[in-house]
């Protein structure tokens, strides 16, 4: 499968944006999805995953401003993101794997395919 990340962008702290993630070939939702990012001078970090079946799971650092969907229709995966903060300023990549599909993986090992990130910037 590839992945092609999109809708990221500069915002002001408060704001919003909504990342699609574009997958190309059959079986989408067989496949486990996630977004990961990496921060300047930071290691790439989980942020979110969910299932094949809809499970989901976010880090507690975006729990409450953040949402992980998939549209298996569209072959897409979102994250919307609310009151953005500077802290949250980072590479976005998103990232799938067909094995153990109805488990949640928070590892960045645990998926074989990974999108091109797009950058978010969130000003002070």
């Known amino acids: 499968v590839q992945l092609q990340a999109s809708g990221g962008g500069l915002v002001q702290a408060g704001g919003s944006l909504r990342l699609s993630c574009a997958a190309s070939?059959?079986?989408?939702?067989?496949?486990?999805m996630g977004w990961f990012r990496q921060g300047p001078g930071k290691e790439r970090e989980f942020v979110a995953a969910i299932t094949g079946p809809g499970s989901i799971r976010c880090a507690d650092s975006v729990k409450g401003r953040f949402t992980i969907s998939r549209d298996n229709a569209k072959n897409t995966l979102y994250l919307q993101m609310n009151s953005l903060d500077p802290e949250d300023t980072a590479v976005y990549y998103c990232?799938?794997?067909?094995?153990?599909?109805?488990?949640?993986?928070?590892?960045?090992?645990?998926?074989?395919?990974w999108g091109q990130g797009t950058q978010v910037t969130v000003s002070s």
């Open positions: 990232a799938a794997d067909s094995k153990s599909s109805w488990s949640i993986y928070t590892g960045i090992d645990d998926y074989a395919y």
């Open positions: 070939g059959r079986s989408f939702s067989s496949y486990r």
